[in-house]
């Protein structure tokens, strides 16, 4: 309860701040909206459907092309892990990929697939791959090999060995390399919605991008909240959990010892 | 019920070492770590492999578990030749081996959980009674960081003979310790060995050691790994490892190392 306040009074006295700063005088409202109007639009395109529908399909881009790029860079990284040609083909073009930012694959996305949702998934899953990749490599390369040792006297081999042992094992590294995936994927998401129309949805970026040529600075505002906000909830949903029971079980969490 | 399970417990394995040869390619060139190394371990028998760091008893160990393939040369369970790792044979490693993402109970139940022969209560009701027989029943949620090295082992030990192997291989497992918790851990092996009759080979630098657990000792000299001597250890048990009988055999052996330590060229 008490850290709960704490939060409260800091996003209070935030909205304190940006209402004295709109009070001012000193901006114009196309500069600063006011919190009070941010609130208006968000309340006003939440009942007329807009902002709900736009998060839908920015939501389901991200999650769809999420779980591709993950399901693709698994393996992947656990393949490489295991062999050094892989590591040194693959795995060269997997650090390559991901250093270039993945906006930078949305002119090709669009001339290969169209101003399409698989234009907008094939940006997430290329934002994904690379980290997942990479991360799922290091961590797997990083478990001591007493482990396996210690499952092959058991009788763990193969399949079972890499789901029961390789996988829980380099769970810490997956973790935060999934972390980052999340990042990436979107990073460009957001880039591609604001950078070109997609036919087949509108998505948050798109209302954000609108917001800007109606000079409806309220909108603009409003909306990066609404991304801020799904930021939070999916590192509480997706990756928070994973974090509790790592902490639990390795004893990692500093502030216990 | 204890005394019916003991019956219906697999019958213990006898390890039959013939001319195993083992190299290595390191840094400083060929390391000859085994030269045709031939031994037998009875069935229930408790050998210790002593001898320096260096001399490759843990090679030998790895290779009786299948972990490692010799050169030339092969191991023998009950007379059928070890081509791999497998349940029969469980290792307990010095290095810590408990799996962290697991609890204390989890551990001991990887094992049980690759014996399809039995139903989930049984594996349940096996994983609580090793826990119990290392007296940790009360930690069995408890999770690996959270126990002291001694426990950490004796969890491992949990974890070793829960899936009912036919031979135990210890590769320095309490040389991480403390001497008061091994003190109490030699306790525990011997009691546990005597209840469970398990075939065990136990490697070990420590001379002491070796005396207290072994019902022979057989010696090794580094480079090339050889066996040198063998002693067998008449002392009643349980052995006490700070009574002077075992402390009198122990400096013999102490001495016959040495020598072969100085043998070195």
């Given at each position: 309860?008490k850290?709960?306040?704490?939060?409260v009074l800091?996003?209070?006295?935030?909205?304190?701040?940006?209402?004295?700063?709109?009070?001012s005088?000193?901006?114009?409202?196309?500069?600063?909206?006011?919190?009070?109007?941010?609130?208006?639009?968000?309340?006003?395109?939440?009942?007329?459907?807009?902002?709900?529908?736009?998060?839908?399909?920015?939501?389901?881009?991200?999650?769809?092309?999420?779980?591709?790029?993950?399901?693709?860079?698994?393996?992947?990284?656990?393949?490489?892990?295991?062999s050094?040609?892989?590591?040194?083909?693959?795995?060269?073009?997997?650090l390559?990929?991901?250093?270039?930012?993945?906006?930078?694959?949305?002119?090709?996305?669009?001339?290969?697939?169209?101003?399409?949702?698989?234009?907008?998934?094939?940006?997430v899953?290329?934002?994904?791959?690379?980290?997942?990749v990479?991360?799922?490599?290091?961590?797997?390369?990083?478990?001591?090999p007493?482990f396996?040792r210690?499952?092959?006297?058991?009788?763990?081999?193969?399949?079972?060995?890499?789901?029961?042992?390789?996988?829980?094992?380099?769970?810490?590294?997956?973790?935060?390399?999934?972390?980052?995936?999340?990042?990436?994927?979107?990073?460009?998401?957001?880039?591609?919605?604001?950078?070109?129309?997609?036919?087949?949805?509108?998505?948050?970026?798109?209302?954000?991008?609108?917001?800007?040529?109606?000079?409806?600075?309220?909108?603009?505002?409003?909306?990066?909240?609404?991304?801020?906000?799904i930021?939070?909830?999916?590192?509480?949903?997706?990756?928070?959990p994973?974090?509790r029971?790592?902490?639990?079980?390795?004893?990692?969490?500093?502030?216990?010892? | 019920?204890?005394q019916?399970?003991?019956?219906?417990?697999v019958?213990?394995?006898?390890?039959?070492?013939?001319?195993?040869?083992?190299?290595?390619?390191?840094?400083?060139?060929?390391?000859?770590?085994?030269?045709?190394?031939?031994?037998?371990v009875?069935?229930?028998?408790?050998?210790c492999?002593?001898?320096?760091?260096?001399?490759?008893?843990?090679?030998?160990?790895?290779i009786?578990?299948?972990?490692?393939?010799?050169d030339?040369?092969r191991v023998l369970?009950?007379?059928?030749p070890?081509?791999?790792p497998?349940?029969?044979?469980?290792?307990?490693?010095?290095?810590e081996?408990?799996?962290?993402?697991?609890?204390?109970?989890g551990?001991?139940?990887?094992?049980?959980?690759?014996?399809?022969?039995?139903s989930?209560?049984?594996?349940?009701?096996?994983?609580?009674?090793?826990?119990?027989?290392?007296?940790?029943e009360?930690f069995?949620r408890?999770?690996?960081h959270?126990?002291?090295g001694?426990?950490?082992?004796?969890?491992?030990?949990?974890?070793a003979?829960?899936?009912d192997?036919?031979?135990?291989?210890?590769?320095?497992?309490?040389?991480?310790?403390d001497?008061?918790?091994?003190?109490?851990?030699?306790?525990?092996?011997q009691r546990?060995w005597?209840?469970?009759?398990?075939?065990?080979?136990?490697?070990?630098?420590?001379?002491?050691?070796?005396?207290?657990?072994?019902?022979?000792?057989?010696?090794m000299?580094p480079?090339?790994?050889?066996?040198?001597?063998e002693?067998?250890?008449?002392?009643?048990?349980p052995?006490d490892?700070?009574?002077?009988?075992?402390?009198?055999?122990a400096?013999?052996?102490?001495?016959?190392?040495?020598?072969?330590?100085?043998?070195?060229?």
């Open positions: 309860m850290r709960l306040g704490r939060i800091f996003f209070g006295a935030l909205i304190l701040i940006w209402a004295l700063a709109v009070a005088g000193r901006w114009s409202a196309v500069i600063l909206p006011s919190p009070e109007s941010v609130a208006e639009y968000l309340w006003g395109a939440t009942l007329d459907g807009s902002l709900i529908e736009a998060t839908e399909v920015t939501v389901r881009r991200l999650l769809v092309g999420y779980f591709i790029g993950v399901a693709i860079g698994l393996p992947i990284g656990l393949f490489m892990s295991r050094q040609f892989l590591e040194d083909t693959l795995g060269s073009l997997a390559g990929l991901q250093t270039l930012p993945s906006v930078c694959w949305v002119p090709l996305a669009l001339i290969w697939f169209g101003q399409s949702e698989f234009a907008m998934l094939f940006v899953v290329m934002g994904t791959v690379g980290s997942v990479i991360a799922t490599d290091h961590g797997a390369r990083s478990i001591p007493i396996a210690a499952a092959r006297t058991m009788g763990s081999e193969g399949f079972h060995q890499w789901t029961r042992v390789i996988l829980p094992a380099s769970l810490p590294f997956l973790v935060s390399g999934m972390k980052q995936g999340w990042a990436f994927a979107w990073r460009s998401l957001m880039a591609a919605e604001i950078y070109v129309t997609i036919l087949t949805g509108f998505g948050l970026g798109h209302l954000l991008h609108y917001g800007r040529e109606l000079n409806a600075m309220e909108q603009v505002i409003g909306v990066m909240l609404v991304i801020v906000v930021g939070l909830l999916a590192d509480r949903v997706l990756f928070s994973w974090e029971f790592m902490h639990r079980r390795w004893g990692t969490d500093v502030r216990q010892s | 019920m204890m019916r399970e003991v019956s219906d417990r019958h213990p394995a006898k390890l039959t070492v013939e001319g195993v040869t083992k190299r290595f390619q390191s840094g400083s060139g060929e390391v000859h770590a085994l030269d045709d190394i031939s031994l037998e009875g069935e229930r028998e408790f050998l492999l002593v001898g320096p760091s260096g001399c490759g008893k843990s090679t030998l160990l790895d009786m578990a299948g972990l490692t393939k010799a030339s040369g369970a009950d007379g059928v070890i081509e791999g497998g349940p029969q044979r469980m290792v307990m490693f010095q290095q081996a408990l799996f962290p993402w697991l609890t204390a109970h551990n001991v139940m990887f094992g049980l959980k690759l014996k399809r022969d039995l989930r209560g049984r594996r349940r009701e096996l994983a609580a009674e090793y826990l119990a027989l290392v007296g940790l009360a069995s408890g999770n690996v959270e126990l002291s001694g426990m950490k082992q004796r969890v491992a030990l949990a974890r003979l829960a899936p192997p036919k031979v135990l291989l210890m590769d320095e497992p309490f040389a991480a310790l001497a008061m918790t091994r003190d109490q851990l030699y306790g525990d092996i546990i005597t209840q469970r009759g398990k075939t065990i080979v136990f490697v070990t630098h420590d001379v002491r050691e070796a005396v207290c657990l072994g019902d022979r000792v057989l010696l000299s480079r090339p790994g050889r066996i040198v001597r002693f067998k250890v008449p002392l009643p048990r052995r490892i700070n009574s002077p009988a075992l402390a009198e055999l400096a013999e052996i102490a001495v016959a190392l040495r020598d072969c330590g100085q043998s070195i060229p």
